[in-house]
């Protein structure tokens, strides 16, 4: 990617960053699309090494457009953006989490056990990861006492 271009896509991430900020998520929205794209379109052209997107910043779109989806209330569609920021960087354990969330809310207490058990591998000081996981597996515990 040209270095125009390159400040191009950070000051969209950054646009992106302040509407989530505000909760002015439909823009918020947009622009992380926006950048998302530009950084699949930097990868395909063949980017000089540093020039692309980093994984940070990519794993940092998908995740909070991930956030988006959810408050949304689109639930497979934000899992799709937590599993992308989790591909692009599989290090950071906040897609973890909010992707143990979902799984969680949808039943799927297994998927979600390993996903709260990754944030702890990750960082074991995450407290919220902690009580989801605990009560995960109270809930699953209580659905297999009554045969659900």
Same mark, same amino acid.
């Given at each position: 990617? +040209? &270095?125009?271009q390159w400040q191009d896509s950070r000051a969209t991430l950054a646009r992106a960053q302040a509407h989530f900020q !505000?909760? &002015?998520?439909? +823009?918020? &929205?947009? %622009? #992380?699309? @926006?950048?998302i794209r530009q950084c699949a379109c @930097? *990868?395909?052209?063949? @980017? $000089? /090494?540093?020039? &692309?997107?980093? /994984? !940070? =910043?990519? @794993?940092?779109?998908?995740?909070?457009?991930?956030q988006i989806k959810y408050f949304r209330v689109d639930f497979y569609e934000a899992m799709d =953006? #937590?599993?992308?920021?989790? +591909?692009?960087? $599989?290090?950071? +354990?906040?897609p973890y989490y909010n992707r143990g969330l979902i799984l969680y809310r %949808?039943?799927?207490?297994?998927? *979600?056990?390993?996903d709260f058990k990754k944030v702890l591998d990750l960082n074991p000081g995450?407290?919220?990861a902690t009580l989801s996981l605990k009560q995960t597996m109270l809930d699953k515990e209580e659905k297999q006492r009554r045969n659900y």
């Open positions: 990617m +040209e &270095e125009q !505000k909760g &002015e998520y439909t +823009e918020a &929205e947009t %622009l #992380y699309s @926006a950048y @930097a *990868a395909s052209a063949g @980017a $000089p /090494p540093g020039s &692309e997107c980093s /994984p !940070k =910043d990519l @794993a940092t779109a998908y995740n909070n457009r991930g =953006d #937590y599993t992308s920021a989790i +591909e692009v960087q $599989p290090n950071f +354990e906040v %949808l039943g799927y207490f297994d998927d *979600a056990v390993e995450f407290q919220d």
